[in-house]
């Protein structure tokens, strides 16, 4: 499934909710975009610094691998969280996280409509991590998914096929990293 685009949300947000201080006319004062697939801890963020390329060097990322399979009210919920705090240091120009002002603005928008609800924290479920490990049988090839390195584990199924269920060296396993890509 393609991602939506984030943009337009964006600005009807800025409309609804923001009266529309984020943005001088159809020009949005923080840039806006799906993360690569390395954002995997937070399902997003706002930032801001020399570093950041945008408008006000100022940026908000979603994470593509935490959200792009959730309902899209997850994603309006985590943008409108993040739009908050770009609010809140754009236009306000205070320093705060999670204070009384994120709190006030948040409130006001769960009042506002039922579609989505903005939390402090981001409720989402987070992806099953991934094996970091495949693990070969010499035997017979094949490639199980391990966690972590288990030293001395050999294949089980030439185990039983060739050695009774014995522990044979000649199907001792041995393992490769699982590239993550990028
Ligand atoms: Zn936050
Ligand atoms: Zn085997």
């Known amino acids: 499934m393609p ?7 964006f600005h009807s947000f800025n409309r609804e909710f923001f009266l529309g201080q984020l943005a001088v ?38 994470s593509r691998p935490l959200l792009e399979n959730l309902p899209v009210t997850a994603i309006e919920s985590t943008l409108c969280h993040e739009m908050i705090h770009g ?18 603005r948040m409130a006001a928008i769960n009042a506002a409509q039922n579609r989505f609800q903005v939390t402090i924290r981001h409720q989402f479920p987070t992806p099953k991590s991934l094996p970091k490990w495949w693990a070969v049988c010499p035997s017979c090839s094949a490639r199980l998914p391990y966690k972590r390195l288990v030293r001395g584990a050999a294949c089980r199924k030439c185990c039983e096929i060739h050695y009774g269920g014995h522990w044979h060296p000649s199907c001792l396993l041995s393992y490769e990293p699982v590239l993550e890509e990028a």
């Open 3 to 9: 991602l939506i685009p984030l943009l337009p949300i």
């Open 87 to 104: 609010w809140i240091d754009l236009v306000l120009r205070v320093e705060e996280v999670h204070g009384i002002n994120f709190r006030r």
């Open 25 to 62: 006319g159809s020009t949005a004062l923080i840039s806006v975009r799906w993360s690569d697939g390395r954002l995997r801890k937070t399902a997003g963020l706002y930032r801001r610094g020399p570093m950041v390329e945008g408008p006000n060097a100022s940026e908000i990322v979603l």
